[in-house]
């Protein structure tokens, strides 16, 4: 994913509705950003699996270090040293590299995994299963993905024709984006949450707190996207 990014660039940023005023500005963070990649997938996939090894907190706290110091290493890099786009790019990817540092550093203390080389070739079932979970969750993201896509060239075909030009919808959708994505990952981090205890009681065939987890995971998500309508619609 980072080589075909770095050598497809130029043409994936015109795809997903780069306009030439702002295209500078995205070669200088993409081309930062996509040597991050492997790292963000390597920590993700870890934290997965460090929550499943019984150790939720300290997933936690390794998610949390990243986000604190890239909002940290943000306003340094952009504000202090001057350094723009580019900056905010360095800050994500060098983020990036702790959170999977401190991923990899807890292989040690695994109790329940136990990393071998034979694990590591791919099997039929166990490949055929990790696709029907995974799945759905791919098409969703791609979804999303191609959504936004379409809402870039639409924003800068028809911003172009106001007095605000291309840039400033753009701009302002991207603005958007990431409120809606705070609210977002207030749901997706309940959900995150209840998968392994109600894949716990489901082994166990405790089908009744299986229900109720569901329920709960519900009940809390709706709380909050509705919480998140309030707030946007009122600030």
């Known amino acids: 994913l980072c080589a075909i990014t770095l050598i497809f660039l130029p043409s994936l940023l015109y ?27 390597i920590a993700t996939g870890f934290n997965a699996c460090i929550r499943a090894d019984g150790g939720p907190r300290y997933a936690m706290i390794v998610m949390l270090a990243g ?15 001057q350094m723009g786009v580019r900056g905010a790019a360095i800050a994500t990817v060098l983020s990036q590299v702790i959170s999977c540092l401190l991923s990899l550093l807890y292989v040690r203390r695994f109790q329940n995994i136990k990393l071998r080389t034979c694990y590591l070739r791919p099997t039929a079932h166990i490949t055929a299963a990790i696709l029907r979970l995974g799945v759905s969750s791919f098409i969703i993201q791609m979804a999303l993905t191609f959504v936004q896509i379409a809402l870039n060239h639409t924003l800068t075909r028809y911003g172009a024709g106001t ?3 291309s840039e400033i919808p753009l701009s302002c959708m991207s603005i958007v984006t990431k409120v809606n994505s705070i609210i977002v990952a ?24 299986v229900k109720k987890g569901y329920w709960l995971s519900v009940l ?16």
């Open 15 to 41: 795809a997903f509705g780069s306009t030439e005023l702002v295209f500078g500005f995205a070669l200088d963070y993409t081309q930062i950003i996509a040597l991050g990649i492997p790292f963000v997938i």
């Open 163 to 165: 007095i605000y030009g």
């Open 186 to 209: 207030f749901v997706l981090g309940t959900v995150n949450g209840c998968q392994p205890i109600i894949g716990y009681h489901y082994g166990a065939k405790n089908y009744q707190n």
């Open 67 to 81: 986000a604190v110091l890239n909002i940290g290493l943000d306003a340094l890099l952009m504000f202090v040293f």
């Open 220 to 235: 809390i998500s709706s709380c909050f996207a509705f919480c998140g309508f309030l707030v946007i619609m009122l600030f």
